[in-house]
């Protein structure tokens, strides 16, 4: 681990923080110790002070203890997160509220926890990498508003496509390659017919959950650059298996991974293709940390059954699925145990015959009472 880091590269101008603490020297500290590396910070001694500050400021990221008086940092940027959507959230606990604070971040609520006593190192990256992540989703929400745009021009060339012909030719492979960076090419293609509200539901698909044990301890020792190396190194390979067997790769979510297969193209064998990828994606962990000498493990959580997909958004919009199966696939991942597939009855059911499973017995779910569950080993 590194104990002298070197200061992140200076950041870009208008990098702004609002650090919330009802600690006069906490503030005092933190304001002196980020200014001093380039950020334009503002500080507040409570939730109340810190939702004015964010409204009369454009302020990119918030950082906030949990233990404050009238209302907890948990409190405070839930707030956060209904009200100003696009502000980076970063929570300060201690261990006694390690539970509370990893919920927030599996609810959204939170980006990212930081355990105290906090390094100054450790701090100083965790913003970098905040910042950069921002800086990329900026980038990403001006492309799909490109993409928007793009579509719309289309609609309005095939009005005049004698007179525009060539202009028409360009556009529309544009907007192909646009469109096939973020949608599924079904979806895609209703969507240039003119749908405007893209919704199904599917009585029968699987969803894979995945997860990296432990990986915000592990990033926290590396530098930013290097984080987002190794996710897309590791993210990038999981994408080209998900092609390679028909599966639909939905999103990531920070170290996780989620995907699903019999939608937006529905297939008897949904559970099968899951199955297969979820073997794969640990044989690829496995050889990613042969290459890095890492030691880098990963829960998966399938489950089968009903869900509901389509797109959400109105400049960063994305395919996504919604319903229990998505949410008991991510209850299997959390439950399961590092280097393991957790697998439900449900889906067991339609692997059995193809692939090896082991009995793991009734495991409580929160919300679902007593599950029982497997282990998927391997195919037969």
């Not at 503030?27 to 001694?45: I, P, T």
């Not at 907890?72 to 201690?94: A, E």
């Amino acid at each position: 681990m590194t104990t002298d880091l070197d200061p992140p590269a200076a950041p870009q101008p208008k990098r702004t923080v609002l650090v919330v603490d009802d600690e006069p020297g906490i503030r005092s500290v933190m304001k002196r110790l980020l200014g001093r590396y380039g950020y334009e910070v503002f500080v507040a001694a409570g939730g109340e002070e810190g939702l004015t500050l964010l409204r009369e400021h454009p302020v990119q990221l918030v950082i906030s203890d949990i233990d404050m008086p009238q209302m907890n940092g948990l409190q405070f940027l839930t707030l956060v997160h209904d009200r100003h959507p696009r502000v980076c959230r970063i929570l300060l606990t201690g261990r006694a509220d390690l539970d509370s604070a990893k919920k927030a971040i599996n609810e959204g609520e939170v980006y990212r926890f930081l355990e105290k006593p906090v390094s100054n190192e450790h701090l100083l990256s965790t913003l970098h990498f905040a910042f950069e992540t921002l800086e990329l989703e900026e980038a990403n929400r001006r492309l799909v508003d490109e993409l928007k745009s793009t579509v719309k021009t289309l609609h309005r060339l095939r009005a005049a496509e004698r007179a525009q012909a060539q202009e028409l030719e360009l556009q529309r492979g544009r907007a192909e390659t646009l469109l096939l960076n973020v949608l599924p090419r079904s979806i895609a293609e209703r969507l240039k017919a003119g749908e405007k509200t893209l919704a199904d539901r599917f009585p029968e698909a699987t969803v894979l959950f995945s997860d990296l044990v432990d990986f915000t301890t592990l990033s926290a020792s590396m530098t930013p650059q290097e984080v987002v190396a190794l996710l897309n190194e590791l993210f990038s390979r999981f994408d080209q298996l998900a092609d390679g067997l028909g599966v639909e790769k939905i999103k990531t979510l920070g170290d996780g991974y989620l995907a699903a297969a019999g939608l937006p193209d529905p297939r008897p064998d949904h559970a099968r293709a899951v199955a297969d990828l979820a073997l794969e994606m640990q044989r690829e962990l496995e050889r990613l940390n042969e290459r890095r000498g890492t030691r880098l493990q990963m829960r998966i959580g399938v489950h089968s059954g009903p869900v509901v997909a389509g797109i959400i958004g109105l400049h960063r919009f994305s395919y996504d699925l919604w319903g229990d199966t998505v949410n008991t696939a991510a209850r299997l991942e959390s439950t399961g145990a590092p280097g393991r597939i957790h697998v439900s009855a449900e889906a067991q059911r339609a692997l059995e015959q193809t692939h090896r499973l082991e009995p793991r017995g009734p495991v409580a779910m929160k919300g679902k009472g007593e599950l029982d569950t497997f282990w998927l080993t391997g195919k037969k």
